[in-house]
């Protein structure tokens, strides 16, 4: 059952994301911004030993399908706020909704297009390579979608290589993925509808509004 301190964490959320188009995933401390093909999701984690708040700020790609909602680019921001009192904590979480609410802002500005985001995510994508070569992620595969869906198809299916060509398990599902999408980065349109029928899914899933796929 929600206590005082959920009551107080839902109050900030909603004055400080609500006027920047956030909703609320039901009774959760999840709250998300729908840009599309893609989330601004803030989260306001609970602790499992104690009262209070963590809190995540990111993106969540509606290409991606691996779970209803995850945190593919950002992510922890503040530490753990404790709860002690009403007012203590009202101060505190105002403190992190406004953090949220910045940080948000900042993602929109970010990824307020594909090519742009292509290329963000592209060179997030070599640096972290650069750092472990032979190290799969999740950031080559987005990488690789964004850029197969601005028409950077040689890109795009170095982004699937690398994940393909990567020590990691064969058996896996970002494996399995990235070679089902390193088969379609030769033909873009073939991409663009796999990808536009996820992004639909996902949609469905969270019950968000029909979505045109020309958007895309």
Do not use: C
């Not at 893609?38 to 209070?52: A, D, H, I, N, R």
């Amino acid at each position: 059952m929600p206590g005082p301190h959920d009551k107080i964490i839902a109050n900030a959320a909603k004055a400080a994301l609500r006027p920047l188009g956030f909703q609320r995933k039901g009774q959760s401390r999840l709250w998300f911004r729908d840009h599309s093909w893609w989330l601004t999701v803030v989260e306001f984690q609970p602790s499992s030993w104690s009262k209070g708040s963590y809190l995540n700020v990111g993106a969540h790609w509606l290409w991606m399908d691996v779970a209803p909602i995850s945190f593919d680019f950002g992510g922890r921001l503040e530490g753990f706020e404790e709860y002690l009192s009403d007012e203590q904590f009202a101060v505190a979480v105002a403190r992190l909704a406004d953090r949220a609410a910045d940080e948000a802002r900042r993602l929109a500005a970010m990824f307020s297009s594909l090519p742009d985001t292509a290329e963000i995510l592209l060179e997030q994508a070599r640096t972290e390579a650069r750092q472990a070569p032979t190290h799969p992620s999740w950031m080559l595969y987005n990488a690789g979608v964004a850029a197969g869906l601005v028409g950077r198809n040689d890109e795009a299916a170095e982004m699937f290589g690398r994940v393909l060509n990567g020590s990691g398990d064969q058996t896996s599902v970002l494996h399995l993925k990235a070679e089902r999408m390193s088969n379609l980065a030769s033909d873009a349109a073939t991409l663009r509808q796999a990808a536009a029928s996820t992004i639909a899914q996902q949609r469905e899933t969270l019950r968000l509004s029909p979505w045109d796929a020309s958007q895309l």
